[in-house]
């Protein structure tokens, strides 16, 4: 059963809305171009997929999913404390350079979870997004827990989130 579920989710500590607002099309507000790369830092130690959002203004939303971290100063999975089934990265670009800064909830504790947490035993896993008429929307896609293994998990459904 495929359910949509509309929700408000405020992350104006990470974004401004001015950055929504600066461009409502989710084309680059310029042709130049700089190399982006995901460094371990911060305590994100990689993740095994990433959706990019242009926001405008030099600067873009990474979703990724199923997600490595661990503390502030980690910089080999081994020193990973956690895996959270997603996190978010804010990427900014200027003249050619890029720096990103990464987020998930109860960063540098020994329980980590995911930056969209359902508090259920279901999780999220995000797919891709975009900007129209200054509002963010982002496709989560619903997965719970069904066999054993590596691939003991099955599809509950969509939700598509709104941020102002």
């Excluded at 310029?30 to 460094?39: D, E, L, Q, R, V």
């Excluded at 619903?142 to 293994?149: D, F, I, K, L, W």
């Amino acid at each position: 059963m495929l359910r949509i579920f509309v929700a408000l989710i405020s992350i104006n500590l990470i974004l401004s809305c001015s950055c929504l607002a600066a461009n409502n099309s989710s084309a680059p507000a310029s042709t130049t171009s700089a190399k982006m790369s995901f460094p371990y830092q911060q305590g994100w130690l990689g993740a095994d997929s990433a959706y990019s959002i242009p926001l405008g203004g030099g600067r873009g939303l990474w979703l990724f999913g199923d997600t490595f971290v661990g503390n502030r100063k980690a910089k080999t999975r081994q020193q990973r404390t956690g895996m959270p089934r997603n996190s978010v990265g804010i990427a900014r670009c200027t003249s050619g350079r890029c720096s990103i800064h990464y987020y998930w909830q109860r960063m540098y504790t020994k329980t980590p979870t995911s930056f969209f947490d359902i508090r259920t035993s279901d999780w999220y896993w995000p797919m891709d997004g975009f900007v129209w008429n200054g509002k963010l929307y982002i496709a989560l896609m619903q997965m719970h827990a069904q066999g054993s293994g590596a691939f003991g998990f099955d599809f509950s459904g969509v939700s598509l989130v709104t941020i102002d």
